[in-house]
Nanobody
Framework: QVRLVQSGGGSVQAGGSLRLSCAAS????????LNWHRQAPGKQRELVAL???????DYADSVKGRFTISRNNVRNTVFLQMNTLKPEDTGVYYC?????????WGQGTQVTVSS
């Protein structure tokens, strides 16, 4: 059974930093691309960052230079370091992996950035 368990997040003032973690089980973690998505109130869920099995990363334009995705294949965990946070980064953040022809999601973590 594939399971993704998130931790981190919370509330911070603009300009602050937060770190999200997502621990995976039930898959051969090192073989998979891992994603972070977010959903702001009243908006569709969007891709924020991804990291491939080889460690290649990609980011949404809105977070480039501020967010860093990384992975630890020993701990089966993917991280999202978020710096210089802005109020528009507010939303629920989800980690995701596509395995066995379907998407598996973490439980979601609220990030709130106040101005």
């Amino acid at each position: 059974q594939v399971r993704l368990v998130q931790s981190g997040g919370g509330s911070v003032q603009a300009g602050g930093s937060l770190r999200l973690s997502c621990a995976a089980s039930g898959i051969n973690f090192r073989l998979y691309t891992l994603n972070w998505h977010r959903q702001a109130p009243g908006k569709q869920r969007e891709l924020v960052a991804l990291i491939s099995a080889e460690g290649t990363t990609d980011y949404a334009d809105s977070v480039k230079g501020r967010f860093t995705i990384s992975r630890n294949n020993v701990r089966n965990t993917v991280f999202l370091q978020m710096n210089t946070l802005k109020p528009e980064d507010t939303g629920v953040y989800y980690c995701k992996v596509r395995a066995r022809d379907r998407d598996f999601w973490g439980q979601g973590t609220q990030v709130t950035v106040s101005s």
